[in-house]
T-cell receptor, first 114, second 112 residues
Framework: AQKVTQAQTEISVVEKEDVTLDCVYETRDTTYYLFWYKQPPSGELVFLIRRNSFDEQNEISGRYSWNFQKSTSSFNFTITASQVVDSAVYFC???????????FGKGTTLSVSS | EAEVAQSPRYKITEKSQAVAFWCDPISGHATLYWYRQILGQGPELLVQFQDESVVDDSQLPKDRFSAERLKGVDSTLKIQPAELGDSAMYLCAVKRGYNEQFFGPGTRLTVL
């Protein structure tokens, strides 16, 4: 069975704090893809990143960084120096690839106050 | 410009009425998905199309839901009759590149 767990339901931080969103996944596939999406209050899911199972390099994009560790089946997302505009629900997702549908976690609601 | 257009953005209907949602990818995408997102949950797949063919509708409640993609471009999702438990966000997505899925703005359905 495939599953994505986001144990943190809600996180509240003050602007400029760093915050890490956790994601743990389960799959028996040797090839799979992991994703992070952002869902602002408007409702649209915004693609942030894709990571392949055979590429464990961490990635940094501006204030965002991702830590992928196959040994612990985790794909964590860190926002450095958080801003109010980062307030949203963040989803981690998994797919074995080949166009198969995404399996989402339940999401983490991030609230950043000024 | 958004990758995927959806309409209507909001829909309020009464129980037992019929309702339809429309999805129009801006450019050609062979793979199209409909997801349902209940409040406080992650999206879950309802149906997946490859061109005009359904490749996965295992989670679609076929007694009341139907979906079609007649020309392999835009798609329609219908519910008849609507039930209170159908209140949710209905999201359309297309596949592009290495398994990335890009989502439309969604249709928020409220059943009274």
């Amino acid at each position: 069975a495939q599953k994505v767990t986001q144990a943190q339901t809600e996180i509240s931080v003050v602007e400029k704090e760093d915050v890490t969103l956790d994601c743990v996944y389960e799959t028996r596939d040797t090839t799979y893809y992991l994703f992070w999406y952002k869902q602002p209050p408007s409702g649209e899911l915004v693609f942030l990143i894709r990571r392949n199972s055979f590429d464990e390099q961490n990635e940094i994009s501006g204030r965002y960084s991702w830590n992928f560790q196959k040994s612990t089946s985790s794909f964590n997302f860190t926002i450095t120096a958080s801003q109010v505009v980062d307030s949203a629900v963040y989803f981690c997702a998994l797919t074995p690839g080949g166009g198969t549908a995404l399996i989402f976690g339940k999401g983490t609601t991030l609230s950043v106050s000024s | 410009e958004a990758e995927v257009a959806q309409s209507p953005r909001y829909k309020i209907t009464e129980k037992s009425q019929a309702v339809a949602f429309w999805c129009d990818p801006i450019s050609g995408h062979a793979t199209l998905y409909w997801y349902r997102q209940i409040l406080g949950q992650g999206p879950e797949l309802l149906v997946q199309f490859q061109d005009e063919s359904v490749v996965d509708d295992s989670q679609l409640p076929k007694d009341r839901f139907s979906a079609e993609r007649l020309k392999g471009v835009d798609s329609t999702l219908k519910i008849q009759p609507a039930e209170l438990g159908d209140s949710a966000m209905y999201l359309c997505a297309v596949k592009r590149g290495y398994n990335e899925q890009f989502f439309g703005p969604g249709t928020r359905l409220t059943v009274l």
